[in-house]
């Protein structure tokens, strides 16, 4: 059997990762974890973890450390068997710390996306919240405006996608990055693309991974 594969994927809100995620994911059969998705579960089904998450999120500040690696790493240990990609853990040195005491990692991507080109695609992202469906009302527009393409039902602004929250986002993730991609760097796996468009970045991406992954055989890849 193929060697799993296991790889995180970096950057400030708004920088791609969801998006290249599922390129990814459909690309390589990765199972795409996020975060960020896994926090809004929690949010919904108004767990423990998530009332904390919550609180959090509507400042628009990173959910504390202790809460984020108790949601995620129970989630790996589910994953044993699969290939997988992780987007938006970990955020600070201490989640590095603790999923490197989890797993060893192949490959780190780090998305270095210009502040004014995050600003922009934020602001005009909106989401319909049963799915996780995302739109841009620039670069993927709906076909209708505010109304999700498949089920007809209304779309919505985030919380922490409003201006007010966003710049809070923005500053607080450039504070604790670093140390992160240190980290990475320390181990030599990590992969930095920098650009204002995921469609120039994502063929840098693609080939990295063709490298790295090699057949990803059947009983390895995920049923999305
Ligand atoms: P999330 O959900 O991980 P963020 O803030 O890290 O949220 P976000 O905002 O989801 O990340 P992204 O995934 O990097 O951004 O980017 P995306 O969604 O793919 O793209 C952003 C927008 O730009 C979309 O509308 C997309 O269509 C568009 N776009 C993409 N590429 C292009 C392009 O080339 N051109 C144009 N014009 N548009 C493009 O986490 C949410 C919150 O949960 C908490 C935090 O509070 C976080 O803020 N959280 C954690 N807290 C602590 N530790 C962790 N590990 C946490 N994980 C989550």
Known sequence: MSKL????????????????SERIAHSFGLKH????????ENIAAKTEAGVQAKTYIKKG??????????????????MTKYSWLLDGF???LAQAEA????????VAINL??????LKERLRHRWIHP??????????NPPRVQGIDDITGEPLI????????????????????????????????????FSDTETDRIWPYINTLLSTKIPTIQSDARCAS
């Open 5 to 20: 594969f296991r790889a995180v994927i970096m950057g400030p809100p708004g920088s791609g990762k969801g998006t290249i």
């Open 33 to 40: 974890l996020s975060s960020g998705d896994f926090v809004r």
């Open 61 to 78: 500040l990173l959910v504390p450390d202790h809460v984020m690696t108790r949601l995620l790493l129970p989630r790996l240990e589910e």
């Open 90 to 92: 970990p955020r600070t």
């Open 99 to 106: 999923l490197n005491s989890a797993c060893d990692l192949d």
């Open 112 to 117: 270095n996306i210009p502040l004014e080109t």
């Open 130 to 139: 049963p799915s996780g469906r995302v739109y841009n009302m620039c670069f």
């Open 157 to 192: 602004q985030q919380e922490d996608d409003r201006p007010e929250a966003l710049v809070a986002r923005l500053r607080h993730y450039k504070d604790v990055a670093k140390p992160v991609t240190d980290f990475y760097k320390a181990k030599g796996i990590l992969y930095t």
